[in-house]
Nanobody, 130 residues
Framework: QVQLVESGGGLVQPGGSSRLSCAVS????????VAWFRQAPGKEREAVSC????????SYADSVRGRFTISADNTNNMVYLQMNSLKPEDTGVYYC???????????????????????WGQGTQVTVSS
C-alpha cells in the first residue's frame, strides 16, 4: 500500500506562485503513476497533472498547462507541483494520488479519473485570493 502526504499550499495572491510537495512511501516510483487532483467547493475532483517516472511521462489539464509543472525526485520519493500565475479558479483542496498507469499505443500514460488511483493523501488547501 502506498502512503502519500501533501504539504504546501495556503493563501496566495492572484498571479503568485506556490509549490506543493507530496511525500511518497510504500512502493517504488517505477511501479505507478503519481498525480495531483484538486477539488473546489461544490465541484467534482479533477485531475490537474500526472507523472510516470519510468518513462518520464508528464501530463497536464488544459486549464493549467503552461502554468503548472510537475516533477519527481526519485532519490527522496517526492513529487512536486510548481504552480505559477495562479488564478482564483485554481482555488481548492489539492490531493496527491498514486495508481497503476495505463498502457496506450505509444506507451504508458496517466489516467484522469479518480477511479484510476487507489491511494490518496489527505489533501492540502490552496486559496488564490487578494
Amino acid at each position: 500500500q502506498v502512503q502519500l502526504v501533501e504539504s504546501g499550499g495556503g493563501l496566495v495572491q492572484p498571479g503568485g506562485s506556490s509549490r506543493l510537495s507530496c511525500a511518497v512511501s510504500g512502493s517504488s516510483f517505477d511501479d505507478y503513476a503519481v498525480a495531483w487532483f484538486r477539488q473546489a467547493p461544490g465541484k467534482e475532483r479533477e485531475a490537474v497533472s500526472c507523472v510516470i517516472t519510468i518513462d518520464d511521462v508528464r501530463s497536464y489539464a488544459d486549464s493549467v498547462r503552461g502554468r503548472f509543472t510537475i516533477s519527481a525526485d526519485n532519490t527522496n520519493n517526492m513529487v512536486y507541483l510548481q504552480m505559477n500565475s495562479l488564478k482564483p479558479e485554481d482555488t481548492g483542496v489539492y490531493y496527491c494520488a498514486a495508481g497503476a498507469y495505463l498502457l496506450g499505443p505509444t506507451g504508458p500514460r496517466c489516467g484522469t479519473r479518480t477511479s484510476n488511483f487507489d491511494s490518496w493523501g489527505q489533501g492540502t488547501q490552496v486559496t488564490v485570493s487578494s
